[in-house]
């Protein structure tokens, strides 16, 4: 006979039983979509809407995306029959229809090494067939919105200025406006190597008295005598006016009559012609440059030439990087479960592309203890990590974030890839900390969203103006995040605009999964592609890379 109190038990039991045949059954459907995708992945179409899978509850676009309390962030709901193929995930992955499809049952955010061909880099996940992962709520940041809020604390920082030799201040940042010292030219100065003359012609020669002597009045020399009129004097290029001259005539449009010592112009003469007058540039006191400017060698120049013997400047903004991961080699070919380490390599250069001082990358492995350590001891103003920021059994970033008593400023960021990308505060005063998801694009894509408008904050710069351009080709995207897709700019002429002229636009390239960086090798930015994707000949706004006005506009083989 079965008693009462054991009724609640078996109805539990069942329910049970139940809720994981309905996870089964949803397993199965994610990897048959998935399967799908990688059929049809050459196929162009936007993505649709996604509804929920076979078994589970109805979430909201944020939980969908991968991010739902008790749900690991490598699984989530598949899109509908309309979309291209997979969950989410895996349907963000996709740009022009070429990118190959992630392994079944795996996004392609996930760890690299956990399944065949995930490329190089470390993942973000690690949970796969080693423990469940931690239940840990996640509030996600728009993109846009996690952007301005590395921008806003690049900026918050106590400001910092040093003086420097103007020697020393290539690279760095204007910490306040320049402004010109002296007038420039700071006297009337001759313009062409020619004849100054004085009056109409023709003219008499002269040898130019007032230390020039028959060579003319040559620069670098004091001011010359008064010129009289009607007379002309041999003057080299950057030589001072003698007072009363009228105009500087080029050697090539004058002939001289040696029998009568006469000088004659053999085009009009116009009052003022090739004579720089002092002051044509700026006058003292006027600002050249605002705050912020970054000190390239023209700026160098210009300062040297408005007087000035040092700049004072933003010092460089120091950074740490940690690379996170026991899978990782520094050296030879992967093996036994091993993979290369593409970060490390990768992150430091960037950085200093970025305008900041990178220490050499230390290696923590998967240590909990030594994260901890590096992160309390930190002098660097920004710590970046590599790997470990989602919730797999070998994800300390998060844990060790709670323990030192860190603030999470962005904690996922509704990207793809790189959503599980962090930023915090690791004390008041203290460093800021940019957790990058391990793969190796995904990465990039933490890079530019929250490391570099940071960055430019804390190094004195101006946020980066936002441009947007066409793009050539069709451009899935994720139902509900941005994608951040490598391009390359190309060039189209245009009969309407004459030869030589053309009009620009992008061309999204292929190998963009998360674990990849064939694509991003090989482009010049980085397309920020609106949720359902774009259609061919939308302008979308373009992300470029710290290098790319030194990539050639030429066609490649990645497109």
Known sequence: MTRA????????????????????????????????????????RFVAQSQPQVGASVQSPRQSAGHSSGQSSEHAPGPSAGSSGGSPHQSSDHSSGHSAAPSPGHSPDQKPGSSPGNGSGHGSGRSSGRAPARDRRRQV???????????????????????????????????????????????????MDGWVVAGPGPWALGK????????????????????????????????????????????????????????????????????????????????????????????????????????????????????????????????????????????????????????????????????????TTSDADLVITTGGTAAGPVDHVHPVLAKIGAGLLVDGVAVRPGHPMLLARLSSGGPYLVGLPGNPLAAVSGLLTLAEPLLRGLGGRAPEEPYRVVVRDEVHGHPHDTRLVPVVHRVRSTESAGAGAGVGHVV???????????????????????????????????????????TPWTEGCFT
């Open 141 to 191: 940041t728009d993109w846009r919105e996690a952007r301005a809020v590395a921008a806003r604390a690049g900026r918050g920082a106590a400001p910092r200025t040093q003086r420097l030799p103007l020697d020393r201040t290539l690279g760095h940042v204007l910490a306040e406006p320049l402004a010109a010292l002296t007038d420039l030219p700071s006297f009337d100065t001759s313009a």
């Open 508 to 550: 999204p390239l292929h190998y963009n999964g998360p674990a990849m960086l064939r694509g991003i090798a090989a482009a010049d930015g980085l397309a920020v592609v609106p949720p359902g994707g774009v259609r061919s000949g939308t302008e979308v706004e373009i992300l470029d890379l710290p290098w790319a006005s030194a």
């Open 208 to 375: 130019g008295e007032g230390g020039s002597g028959e060579l003319g009045i040559l620069a670098g020399h004091s001011t010359p005598v008064p010129l009289p009129d009607g007379d002309g004097v041999r003057i080299a290029t950057g030589a001072r006016i003698p007072a009363n001259a009228t105009a500087v005539i080029r050697s090539e449009h004058a002939h001289v009559d040696e029998a009568k010592g006469l000088l004659y112009a053999q085009r009009q003469v116009v009052p003022g012609q090739d004579i720089r007058p002092r002051g044509q540039e700026c006058r003292s006191g006027d600002q050249l440059l605002p705050a912020g400017t970054l000190v390239t060698p023209a700026v160098l120049g210009l300062s040297a030439a408005a007087g000035y013997d040092e700049l004072v400047t933003v010092p460089r903004p120091r950074v740490d990087v940690l690379v996170l991961g026991d899978e990782l080699l520094t050296a030879g070919l992967p093996h036994d479960g091993l993979i290369r380490d593409a970060l490390g390599p990768m992150i430091g250069p960037w950085l200093r592309a970025l305008g900041a001082e990178v220490s050499a990358p230390r290696r923590l492995g998967d240590d909990a203890e030594a994260l901890q350590h590096a992160l």
């Open 5 to 44: 109190a054991d009724v609640p038990r078996a109805a539990d039991a069942t329910r049970t039983a139940e809720q994981a045949r309905a996870a089964e059954a949803a397993r199965a459907v994610d990897q048959a979509l998935a399967l799908v995708a990688g059929q049809s992945s050459r196929e162009p």
